[in-house]
T-cell receptor
Framework: AQSVTQLGSHVSVSEGALVLLRCNYS??????LFWYVQYPNQGLQLLLK??????LVKGINGFEAEFKKSETSFHLTKPSAHMSDAAEYFC???????????FGGGTRVLVKP | DTGVSQNPRHKITKRGQNVTFRCDPI?????LYWYRQTLGQGPEFLTY????????KSRLLSDRFSAERPKGSFSTLEIQRTEQGDSAMYLC????????????FGPGTRLLVL
């Protein structure tokens, strides 16, 4: 069973529009959750992480995500898309110990001018 | 540059050949991870080290795969008798040991097996 599910493998947004990327997780205990971004031919860069402190997490480049335990979700948003936001985005979870990451399948974002 | 580095960045090989990849982590990081990413998928965990000890291996890591981190610094990932299904991006990441520290990823090694 998929531990991390990202709804929508591709998302197309207009420049200046809201970016919303959905992530749901399954876990028997509250996990640690992450969003990473991957630009073409590059490694993954951390956008933000949730580690059981504030449920609304602010990250780099204007992104933020909200942890909702009741919905087992950790959706990523950005109020206004820039052309430079075109990339692939991965949601991931980790256990408290061990720290290996389990990734979702990724969502590729296309930004239209 | 103090980030994670990986070499080579690209490798093309023929089926049946052996290949070895290297990862140099951020210098003070004692945890090092290997992941594999196939086209259109998220990365999948392969194995990780704390210092020189290999603490966990995924069942994805078949007998043809071996990873080492002999002095607790750089790591190598070797694939013996490569198969076309081994074609993927191999990502290395490193982190500090503290609970759920951020993993910093290298640029990856893209392997193509012909």
């Amino acid at each position: 069973a998929q531990s991390v599910t990202q709804l929508g493998s591709h998302v197309s947004v207009s420049e200046g529009a809201l970016v919303l990327l959905r992530c749901n997780y399954s876990s028997s205990v509250p996990p640690y959750l992450f969003w990473y971004v991957q630009y073409p031919n590059q490694g993954l860069q951390l956008l933000l992480k949730y580690t059981s402190a504030a449920t609304l997490v602010k990250g780099i480049n204007g992104f933020e995500a909200e942890f909702k335990k009741s919905e087992t979700s950790f959706h990523l948003t950005k109020p206004s898309a820039h052309m430079s936001d075109a990339a692939e985005y991965f949601c991931a979870k980790a256990k408290a110990a061990g720290n290996k990451l389990t990734f979702g399948g990724g969502t590729r974002v296309l930004v239209k001018p | 540059d103090t980030g994670v580095s990986q070499n080579p960045r690209h490798k093309i090989t023929k089926r049946g050949q052996n290949v070895t990849f290297r990862c140099d982590p951020i210098s003070e990081h004692n945890r090092l991870y290997w992941y594999r990413q196939t086209l259109g998928q998220g990365p999948e965990f392969l194995t990780y080290f704390q210092n020189e000890a290999q603490l966990e291996k995924s069942r994805l890591l078949s007998d043809r795969f071996s990873a080492e981190r002999p002095k607790g610094s750089f790591s190598t990932l070797e694939i013996q008798r490569t198969e076309q299904g081994d074609s993927a991006m191999y990502l290395c990441a490193s982190s500090l040991e503290r609970a759920v520290e951020t993993q910093y990823f290298g640029p990856g090694t893209r392997l193509l097996v012909l």
